[in-house]
């Protein structure tokens, strides 16, 4: 491998490694793989800017006043009834609940143990993209499909994998387009982050996986149109010849996670359709991109409290329902979204009532067509098998139900004024709190946080800030006549802020500049963590958050 020194690092066969090495990063960063991402980045960097612009295009026209439409251009895709994806892969074929988290150590072990059909291995929303955590939750995979990891709590509480056979299939959510990995650039310029996640974990895992009967399998987050879908496509192409994987081994679920999107499932779907499994209702970023692009549009896009929207409003039915019709009509798994709920086991009663409404919630998916549904927590897994079993049967899926009922309509997608609901004093102080107190500890390196009571991620401060800068914006009226402006939401931060448990290093004041650059600034960022992730995210200086809370054992 040939390095040279740089000014910012070593470069390694073109790629600068800028930060601190981190235990163990050397098993990661081999010549191979550094050789296989420079060769994804270059052939696909180009097009990805150009896609990057053509959103900001995008939504400067829904801000002039033009609404999404089904594309006249691609109608011919939705009108063929013909054409299928792929058939469900090995390890895919039943889905019906899926745990979500990030791949630290402990919680790969609890969601690998927690009896669900699938994990979804976050390396996006909530995973905190410092280097420590992009290169051991490299590791923590590796080291899971090894079976060499185990955990060992400050309590002296041991956390060990369960039998083979009893643990989840594996996919793994890359970092969105957007996102940059600023310690690795080429030629100065970072590599974006899901390439970085996606082409580490496809090289190291790729063989192992298919030896063990499975398969590299991905979840892609925050995609817009199906061009994008189609630039994933292409990077499908490339690594599995540069691997030479037979072409469609790999398998994609696209999160229907930002309004623009909704309108183009099946061409979603029909760009990746050899490497397609289904399609997820990534509900909370789905509120914050209806946020963000209509924040300027007035009062017809002016949702009330974020607690007050329910999976039952018109727009929202609309979106799942299409969404489990578009994804059938095709052979592709419809998943539903996220019960956030983290259980207080030192509270029974109102564990009992949660336990209910997420009941009720994925009673509501089995029953409109969807094959499975995500979970936080694991205590929360017994409850989504119990739903679906009862809706399955022995079914691993219920892909023939084809929805034919539900009509396609993209004027009922953006229904927003149908949404009941108040905008609150206590709405506005809750997305103050939540939103300053998640990104705190965001930046100390933890993207999953639980806060009262619900495991949140990157949407629910992207919510809570975005909420506020349109009802600002709006001049929208509280339930008690209040007009919220600037100024006043300026002074609730402030006693926000000093309720605050404050604590020796924490990032309070860096997390409050934040918040209030975007959520009370005259400029709108599309997504906070770039701000942050560019300015503020640095590197703990204490010592490795795994190796001070528990050892990795080697396989004997």
Not at 62 to 84: K, M, Q, V
Not at 242 to 270: D, H, K, N, S, W
Not at 468 to 492: N, R, S
Request: proline share 5%; with cysteine; aromatic share 8%.
């Amino acid at each position: 491998m040939n390095s040279t020194n740089s000014l910012n690092g070593i470069t390694f066969n073109g790629i600068t490694l800028t930060a601190q090495p981190i235990h163990r990063q050397e098993e990661i960063l081999t010549p191979e793989a550094l050789d296989f991402v420079a060769a994804l980045h270059r052939a696909t960097e180009t097009r990805r800017q150009e896609l990057l612009q053509e959103r900001q295009s995008r939504r400067q026209q829904i801000s002039n006043g033009s609404d999404p439409r089904f594309l006249r251009e691609t109608s011919a895709i939705r009108e063929d009834p013909n054409w299928r994806v792929a058939p469900p892969a090995p390890g895919l074929e039943d889905r019906r609940v899926e745990i979500t988290g990030p791949v630290d150590r402990k919680m790969t072990i609890n969601a690998l143990n927690s009896g669900a059909k699938v994990w979804l291995a976050d390396m996006e929303d909530s995973s905190t993209p410092t280097w420590g955590n992009v290169i051991r939750g490299q590791l923590n995979l590796i080291d899971a499909l090894e079976r060499r990891i185990d955990f060992t709590s400050p309590e002296g509480k041991e956390y060990r994998l369960g039998a083979a056979k009893d643990l989840p299939t594996i996919v793994v959510r890359p970092r969105g387009w957007h996102l940059p990995e600023k310690h690795m650039l080429v030629n100065g310029k970072p590599i974006a982050g899901g390439i970085v996640d996606f082409g580490l974990y496809f090289f190291h895992n790729a063989h192992r996986l298919i030896a063990q009967g499975k398969g590299p399998y991905f979840y892609l987050p925050k995609i817009e149109n199906h061009l994008e879908a189609r630039l994933w496509n292409d990077i499908f192409i490339v690594a599995q010849d540069l691997l030479g994987i037979p072409q469609g081994t790999i398998r994609a679920t696209v999160l229907i996670e930002t309004i623009t999107a909704a309108f183009e499932m099946e061409e979603i779907l029909y760009e990746l359709r050899d490497h397609a499994s289904g399609l997820n209702a990534g509900r909370w970023d789905y509120l914050f991109s209806i946020i963000k692009n209509f924040r300027t549009r007035g009062p017809r896009f002016v949702l009330p409290d974020r607690n007050q929207i329910t999976m039952t409003a018109p727009f929202m039915r609309a979106y799942t329902e299409q969404l489990v019709r578009a994804c059938h009509r095709r052979g592709a798994m419809a998943i539903g979204g996220m019960a956030a709920f983290v259980p207080n086991r030192r509270d029974h009663d109102a564990n009992a009532i949660a336990m209910e409404k997420v009941r009720a919630d994925k009673t509501r998916e089995a029953n409109d067509g969807f094959d499975g549904s995500w979970v936080a927590h694991p205590d929360l897994v017994p409850v989504a098998l119990e739903v679906f079993n009862a809706t399955l049967g022995e079914r691993p899926n219920q892909l023939d139900r084809l929805r034919e009922d539900v009509v396609p309509d993209d004027r009922a997608l953006l229904d927003i004024a149908a949404t009941t609901g108040l905008i609150t004093e206590a709405g506005i102080r809750s997305n103050i709190w939540v939103g300053i107190q998640y990104i705190e500890s965001w930046l100390r390196g933890h993207g999953a946080v639980a806060l009262n009571n619900l495991m949140e991620d990157a949407a629910t401060a992207e919510i809570s800030r975005s909420q506020i800068w349109q009802w600002i914006y709006a001049q929208a009226i509280t339930d008690d006549g209040e007009l919220v402006t600037a100024e006043w939401v300026a002074e609730l931060v402030d006693e926000e802020f000093d309720k605050l448990p404050r604590f020796d290093e924490d990032r309070f004041d860096d997390a409050r500049e934040i918040f209030e650059e975007v959520a009370l600034g005259t400029v709108f960022p599309a997504f906070l963590t770039i701000p942050a992730y560019a300015r503020f995210l640095r590197e703990s200086t204490d010592r490795d958050d795994e190796h001070a809370t528990g050892r990795v054992l080697a396989a004997v």
